[in-house]
């Protein structure tokens, strides 16, 4: 499948409250527990379910295989294989030619927020919407696998 | 997807290296390293690539989720996220209504065969041909994941 280019950045709050927004997808995702080197990620987004294997992060990039599953396999996988995961809200943001993806994250991760960018290649420019604050692309912390095991409200 | 509920068993090579058999299909998987309560295989069978969940065995069953994927991800996933592997040649005998699979070792393996046949339930009734040996369904030393870890020549 590829590269996943991404940078992700926390979100000013105070902004985004304001802001008139699309309605947003409902993910859950738990991981199969696994070392450093592989996650593997069940995702339930809305109705659709997938499998994803992602490698280590060099720089902005990651190696990404992703494949839709049936819906049931991946309820039935979240159940039976994964011990620790996250719930949020997903949106999506158009703005020029990019799609910010922002997560607003529920239950032990609440008041989390998070925008993430997919890039062509890792020089890409793209413009930066007003509230976007911080970037933490290389702030391990934010990890959607590790706020899995060490949730936001637990910092 | 569900359950695969599967008896294992040593072949008597003697009688099995006299039959005229089909074909084999080569076969070169690997595991992502995860812990006891889910194994993550990547395989390739011919020209076709697979991943795989299966869950822990419970008598003679257990969870098993299988999705093709592109030959090419499946290459590179062996390549990038698993460190250890088993190959072997597959060969599917059809003995009355049940297909036997056949699993000649190689590499680190040599010489091991190993025969297993896919059940509809437990209690389901089949016929043993000839060249069947010892069962070893719950001999964890048999498991393709422990294989690629432990192979059959360092025993």
Chains 1, 2 share one sequence.
């Not at 490698?55 to 990651?62: E, I, L, Q």
């Not at 692309?137 to 949730?151: G, I, K, M, Q």
Request: hydrophobic share 35%.
């Amino acid at each position: 499948m590829g590269v996943e280019i991404e940078r992700k950045f926390l979100v000013n709050q105070e902004i985004w409250q304001q802001l008139e927004k699309p309605n947003g997808v409902h993910y859950h995702q738990g991981y199969i527990p696994s070392d450093d080197s592989c996650t593997v990620r069940v995702r339930i987004a809305g109705e659709r379910g997938y499998l994803t294997l992602k490698g280590k992060t060099k720089g902005f990039s990651r190696k990404e295989f992703e494949y839709e599953i049936p819906f049931a396999d991946a309820q039935e996988m979240l159940n039976e294989f994964t011990r620790t995961g996250t719930e949020k809200i997903r949106y999506h943001i158009a703005i020029g030619t990019h799609v910010w993806e922002v997560d607003e994250f529920l239950g032990p991760n609440k008041g989390l927020f998070v925008a993430e960018i997919e890039l062509r290649d890792e020089s890409e420019p793209f413009a930066i919407p007003a509230w976007i604050g911080e970037e933490v692309t290389n702030d391990r912390r934010y990890a959607n696998s590790n706020l899995a095991v060490h949730p936001f409200l637990e910092w």
